[in-house]
């Protein structure tokens, strides 16, 4: 009895720990599985304030794909081709499709099956099945992630040698192997092409703000965000006052977008992004 939950837990442990990132702050992540269900994070989520830290993955069996996003200070922030970019997003969801199946019966397998077996017979009596079973599998996922990835980077076409070792050593991995496919594969495109083709509006919006905002970026960024907006037709939102929140609120973060009860000085939470107050005319 304490034998599989033991077990169960340590699995668990090792699944959880296989999909946190170390990120840098102005790392960029596009997660999702789908079109229209798409949301960029910046930097870790939970790091000393402004370094780099980790990236927690939420704690779910169905197996998500996350990008990381080439450096908003690295390259060009557009490479003026959005075309190509909704192509590769396309590309990066298809490749993705029937690998995360695989990865969600491998996962229902380790996390409920094979515990119920246990449960059932004894490990002493399905061990050995058990061990087969999910190194089968496995290998079924890694011939997928090999053929996926000969497919999306033909330039470098026996680099999947590396995770695919990694997860014939850790099945846990092979849940996550979409993830591991698709993690690098906008590193050509430009951060604003990228936004552009994949996020709605409410996110282009979120994103622009906190890219254009940052102390950190370059007059090229800038304004690529700018004709990005104005492509998207957001026009002006840029310098749009969010609604206030309270009538005591006296000025907001143009980046991120919260409101304080001081007129002037930085925001807690943005390093080096002055406030802006609200217009008088809209007080009370
Ligand atoms: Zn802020």
């Known amino acids: 009895m304490i034998d599989w939950l033991l077990l169960w837990f ?3 442990i090792v699944y959880w720990s296989e999909s946190l990132w170390w990120v840098g702050r102005d790392t960029w992540i596009l997660v999702g599985d789908r079109t229209g269900a798409l949301r960029l994070q910046q930097g870790p989520h939970a790091s000393p304030r ?15 794909w996350r990008v990381q996003l080439p450096d908003s200070r690295d390259g060009l922030p557009s ?17 993705t499709g029937n690998l995360r199946r695989w990865s969600l019966g491998l996962a229902l397998w380790i996390f409920a099956g094979a515990p119920l077996a246990i449960f059932s017979f004894g490990l002493a009596r399905t061990w050995l099945g058990l061990v087969i079973s999910i190194l089968a599998w496995t290998t079924a996922i ?15 076409p026996r680099a999947w040698h590396g995770p695919a070792a990694t997860m ?6 092979a849940i996550n192997a979409s993830d591991r496919l698709v993690r690098h594969a906008f590193r050509s495109f430009g951060l604003v092409d990228i936004i552009e083709s994949v996020a709605p509006d409410a996110e282009v919006i979120r994103t622009s703000r906190m890219l254009y905002f940052s102390p950190e970026a370059s007059e090229h ?9 104005a492509r998207r037709t957001l026009g002006r939102v840029l310098f749009t006052p969010p609604p206030r929140l309270s009538p005591d609120a006296l000025s907001y973060c143009p980046r991120c977008q919260e409101q304080l009860f001081r007129v002037a000085g930085e925001c807690p939470d943005c390093d080096w992004v002055t406030l802006v107050p609200f217009d008088p005319v809209q007080s009370r």
Do not use: C, H
């Not at 890694?142 to 033909?154: H, L, N």
């Not at 014939?168 to 991995?173: A, N, V, W």
């Not at 960024?221 to 907006?229: H, K, N, V, Y």
């Open 50 to 64: 402004g370094g780099a830290g980790l990236y927690v993955a939420g704690m779910t069996l169905r197996p998500r």
């Open 10 to 12: 340590v699995a668990w």
């Open 168 to 173: 014939l050593l850790s099945p846990f991995g």
């Open 142 to 156: 890694v011939i997928q992630f090999a053929s996926e990835w000969r497919r999306m980077y033909p330039d470098a």
């Open 221 to 229: 960024t800038r304004s690529a965000i700018t004709d990005m907006l």
């Open 79 to 95: 490479s003026g081709a959005p075309k190509a970019t909704k192509a590769r997003l396309s590309e990066v969801i298809n490749a």
